[in-house]
């Protein structure tokens, strides 16, 4: 009764919330998508969706309809990789949702390489908060994560690298530093602090450096946004710890240093089942697993990044 076409359809609209987005991402008119909408809610004889001038939301119906939908994509994909790799070809699409830093600092060149070799696979970026990247593995709206990795984390993990946490300073600041060139930790309440944020809190990442720095650090500032952090470092307004990637383009802006005690975040790959996951998705996995032992850390120690421990 309902096509994999039109479970797509509803999958994509559902998450976007706007008939003209999704649209557009699947390379419809806006008019043959609400002509698919409305045939298909007058074949069913209920309404999956409501309209309003605010956009589309899904009827308590259609929240029924779109875990099952979920799946048909999902195996409708699989089944066409699959007839593309007997046929001798690379084909599929990929979702993965990472950090906007990931996308800025890591993903670039590792899609740019992946892409080349495998033309035929699309993928497709959704940045969000680390939260926010578990449900969407979780509802199986993304096929893979790029994210902060915890051993408590409810998915199937490929640790890739750790980063280093950085002290970050503005340039006319030189602070106090030991015989390694390192800041120390119970230094940090010499200095306003601004306060990296994730979903309303301390970000998880940077918990444990900042926890370990004495109780007198005064937290002057908070933003979500790395990029709006060392702008604000940069203006004077405070100092702060942020992951080592995230500063390499800001070296000739602030001054970054190693911290003593070193605190690292784990950076890795999630996946509901690598053994379910599609054959494009494998073929990533396997792809950026040797890019990152091979190209990316060899490449980056001088900025931090290490073999994860």
Known sequence: MISPVFCKILVEVAYSGNITAAAEKMNYSQGALSHAIKRTEEEIGFKIFKRSKYGVTVTTEGMALIPLAKKIVEYSDKFDET??????????????????????????????????????????????SANEIATWLNEQFIDI?????KKSDAFEKLYLFDEALWALFPLDINPPLNSDGSFNISNFGNYNFITPMMDKRIDPDMLPAIEAIPSNMRMHVSSCDFISIMCLIRSRLGISLLPSLVSTDYK??????????????????????????????KKFIEYIKTYTDTIFIPSNIENGVRIHN
């Open 252 to 281: 000739d802006k602030l001054n970054t240093y190693y911290t003593n005690p070193q605190f690292y975040r784990s950076i890795g790959l999630g996946v509901r089942s690598f053994d379910e996951s599609s054959m494009a998705a």
């Open 145 to 149: 994560a790029i994210t902060s990795i």
């Open 83 to 128: 007839v593309a790799s007997l046929q001798g070809l690379d084909y599929g699409h990929i979702k993965i949702g990472t950090y906007a830093t990931m996308s800025m600092q890591f993903l670039p060149e590792v899609l740019k390489r992946f892409t080349e070799a495998y033309p035929g696979i699309q993928v497709e970026l959704i940045e969000g």
